[in-house]
T-cell receptor, first 112, second 115 residues
Framework: TQLLEQSPQFLSIQEGENLTVYCNSS?????LQWYRQEPGEGPVLLVT?????EVKKLKRLTFQFGDARKDSSLHITAAQPGDTGLYLC????????????FGTGTSLTVIP | DAGVIQSPRHEVTEMGQEVTLRCKPI?????LFWYRQTMMRGLELLIY????????DSGMPEDRFSAKMPNASFSTLKIQPSEPRDSAVYFC?????????????FGPGTRLTVL
């Protein structure tokens, strides 16, 4: 059973385009994280959101946590080839402390 | 700091053989996590330790898998006997107990292929 569903699974776009990837669940999370993973490496944390409706910006990346804390989105403006990678969301159910459940990921390719 | 160190980076073995994966967490980190990543199932938590003590091993797929943390700077994940379906990338991650929002620092992973 996959707690977190990510869409799309694969995305290939031209440099300069905008894109949004989604992370959805029927479960409530106390916090949600987004990671980026490059080939041959481990995931690297981009952001953590903890409040329903929260929006965080990291340069050209905008992260939003749903009001009900069940879903999240990542929007990239003017994508660059350096944004290429696997984007993973990870949610922590309430009262589970350190256990994060990861989504299956969105593989993004930005073509120069 | 060198970050989380994993060895070997690649392992190819035959079905039935014992496999041992190694991890050195970041110094001062109290938590250590073992994950497995496959295309079909994504990134799955296998087990995690706090202060060298296993806290939750409910993600360990079966008795063929075992993990130990004999001290704060070393952990192993052992598969005995290995099977082709164990082929995956295995990640170790660590984090400090005082970290903000439970940020985990991942190692580069060990790519395991069981023939």
């Amino acid at each position: 059973t996959q707690l977190l569903e990510q869409s799309p699974q694969f995305l290939s776009i031209q440099e300069g385009e905008n894109l949004t990837v989604y992370c959805n669940s029927s479960s409530v999370f106390s916090s949600l994280q987004w990671y980026r993973q490059e080939p041959g490496e481990g995931p690297v944390l981009l952001v953590t959101v903890v409040t329903g409706g929260e929006v965080k910006k990291l340069k050209r990346l905008t992260f939003q946590f749903g009001d009900a804390r069940k879903d999240s989105s990542l929007h990239i403006t003017a994508a660059q080839p350096g944004d290429t990678g696997l984007y993973l969301c990870a949610g922590a159910p309430p009262n589970t402390g350190n256990q994060f459940y990861f989504g299956t990921g969105t593989s993004l390719t930005v073509i120069p | 700091d060198a970050g989380v160190i994993q060895s070997p980076r690649h392992e190819v073995t035959e079905m039935g053989q014992e496999v041992t994966l190694r991890c050195k967490p970041i110094s001062g980190h109290d938590y250590l996590f073992w994950y497995r990543q496959t295309m079909m199932r994504g990134l799955e938590l296998l087990i995690y330790f706090n202060n060298n003590v296993p806290i939750d091993d409910s993600g360990m797929p079966e008795d063929r898998f075992s993990a130990k943390m004999p001290n704060a700077s070393f952990s192993t994940l052992k598969i005995q006997p290995s099977e082709p379906r164990d082929s995956a990338v295995y990640f170790c991650a660590s984090r400090p107990s005082s970290g903000v929002y439970n940020e985990q620092f991942f190692g580069p992973g060990t790519r395991l292929t069981v023939l």
